[in-house]
């Protein structure tokens, strides 16, 4: 398989070591990175020579005229993701589009209709390389099998840390071009896999706030989720926070399950607290952890080869249309939650609905802050 790297920028070096790191896995020897692609020539000659790629240009409409790719990694600002994802599979050829894939709900129907009329049976995935450590995979095999009961309480928080010059590139912290703050580009990671491990949610109310940057979007938000299970969690998405951690918590029927880490995980990460008398969950982590039955660590890579097997034997690959619908509805019921100040139940954004097209809501006015009495302090 012939892969192009379209968009040299910085999440482009994650795509290009785990795509190289393929060939080293059973079934993907013929794994190739031949192609770099960006407007900007020098960033694609850069790039290029940086992993050895053969070739680089600047045009990819030229690329899928010429028949040069079987894959093409979309890492470009989410605003052309829908355009350039479009192209590749009208021209039958898979795509793997980083996060957000898109910047709406409007958009992702739309790719779900180009999926659905791809030429040769051309595929979308999504990069949601949280979803692929062997934490999550043990996680959600052992809510499956029974062995951790019910689901109950969730916390998901993102507190990361952006400094004000973060936001100099064009595209950040815009509605328009970078689909939302905090909640659409840095906590959907964590929300994301909250949900594969969660399932779907019914029901969400918000809080968001633009409380210390110069952006359009908000840089915190909140949100309380009930889930069809029956499960509630919290979650914040900040980049206000300047102890950075991602934290998820699962409270269920035989144990407290905990990940924290940052931009990735490994087993090291993960906690296991047994409910009382469960002491036979904790037993059961620490063997599966120590067997070989798991991948390592969460990443690229760790996607993208049961993402690349999938693609070459012909079948759906993990992360479907479908699955990033789920999480950018979700994502769309915070904004819509958090500027009308009331519930948000799943599948009431529809067609017709201002945040169906656009996750600000096509301009919605912020909510007014209420005006809370100071409290009077005795010294
Ligand atoms: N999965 C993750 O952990 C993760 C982390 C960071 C970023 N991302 C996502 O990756 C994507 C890119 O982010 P980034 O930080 O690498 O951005 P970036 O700005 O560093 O790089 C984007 C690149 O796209 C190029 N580009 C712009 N317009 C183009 C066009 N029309 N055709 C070809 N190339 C074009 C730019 O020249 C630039 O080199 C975003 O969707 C972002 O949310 C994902």
Redesign the pocket.
Known sequence: MRVTI???????H?HAQAIQGLARHEGLEDVELTHV????AD?AAELAARYSVPHHGTD?RELLDDGAADVLHV????S??LA?ATAALRAGVHVVV???AVLSLAEVDALAAAEQEAAAGARFTQ?V?HRFGAGALRLRRLLADGTLGRPLVATCDTLWFRTPQYFE?P?RGRFDTEGGGPTM?HGI?QFDLLCSVLGPWVEVRAMAGRLAREVDTEDVSMAIVRFASGAMASITNSLLSPRETSVLRFDTEGATVELEHL?GYDDSSWTVTPARGREDVAERWAAEAAGVRDGGPSGHLAQLVPTYRALAAGQTPPVTVGDARGTLELAAAIYKSAFSGAPVAAGDITPGDPFYVSMGGGGAPWPPVKQVPAVEVAR
């Open positions: 379209l968009g040299a920028g910085a999440i482009a994650a692609v960006d407007i900007d960033r990819l890492c470009t600002p989410p052309l993701h350039q980083e996060k957000p990069v390389q590139v595209w580009g990671h931009y």
